[in-house]
């Protein structure tokens, strides 16, 4: 049972928006910076998003995130089949001293 | 290019020791914290342990703690993670990779895992 909580998964046709949830708590989110992850099958993950809503070189605008409170979203538009993944949002939680990874969100493109 | 790359892995009884090595190259290594993080079959991402750029500052996942030591050779640009008193539960594929953020830490290069299988 991971510290942050994500939904198991989420669905949407192609060319539709999505979002993602991760919900946590003043010790992680609420006063640390949020990243999120992108893992393709049988690959290594990959940042998508950084310090809440930045994007690293190369990310497409497609992908955007936000953070209020103890909460953070990773949003989704033009959906592709190719983002057919599963997405972790990560943070350091102060309380703990630990890195903490949300359980993960698997995305479906219907 | 920014490379990292694991080695280490394999089969190993209950009980045993294990070293992961993580190459890297194509940056500066030196001035990188790295951390460890593993996924096991079927399961999410699960974070291991981090270790500073100037090896002051590591920090592990309870259940490792004591088991598990994570160190780095800046000299061969090598991260590495001993494993001692595997258990069944540590199978997994073990990732490395490098500490981007100057904020709260975040990952942008990860190597492709190596598979770590505990079992009698």
């Known amino acids: 049972q991971s510290v942050l909580t994500q939904p198991p998964s989420v669905s949407a046709a192609p060319g539709q928006k999505v979002t993602i949830s991760c919900s946590g708590s003043s010790s992680n989110i609420g006063n640390n910076y949020v990243s999120w992850y992108q893992q393709l099958p049988g690959t290594a993950p990959k940042l998508l998003i950084y310090?809440?809503?930045k994007r690293p070189s190369g990310i497409p605008d497609r992908f955007s995130g936000s953070k209020s409170g103890t909460s953070a979203t990773l949003g989704i538009t033009g959906l592709q089949t190719g983002d057919e993944a599963d997405y972790y949002c990560?943070?350091?939680?102060?309380?703990?001293?630990?890195?903490?990874f949300g359980g993960g969100t698997k995305l479906t493109v219907l | 290019q920014v490379q990292l790359v694991e080695s280490g892995g394999g089969v190993v009884q209950p009980g045993r020791s294990l070293r992961l090595s993580c190459a890297a190259s194509?940056?500066?290594?030196?001035?990188?914290?790295m951390q460890w993080a593993r996924q096991a079959p079927g399961k999410g991402l699960e974070w291991v342990a981090f270790?500073?750029?100037?090896?002051?500052?590591?920090y592990y996942t309870d259940s490792v703690k004591g088991r598990f030591t994570i160190s780095r050779d800046d000299s061969k640009n090598t991260l590495y993670l001993q494993m001692n008193s595997l258990r069944t539960e540590d199978t997994a594929v073990y990732f490395c990779?490098?500490?981007?953020?100057?904020?709260?830490?975040?990952?942008?290069?990860w190597g492709q895992g190596t598979l770590v299988t505990v079992s009698s």
């Open positions: 194509g940056f500066t290594f030196s001035i990188y914290g």
């Open positions: 310090d809440n809503d």
């Open positions: 990560g943070t350091w939680d102060s309380s703990l001293s630990v890195w903490v």
């Open positions: 270790i500073s750029h100037d090896g002051s500052t590591k």
């Open positions: 990779a490098r500490d981007f953020c100057s904020t709260t830490s975040c990952y942008d290069y």
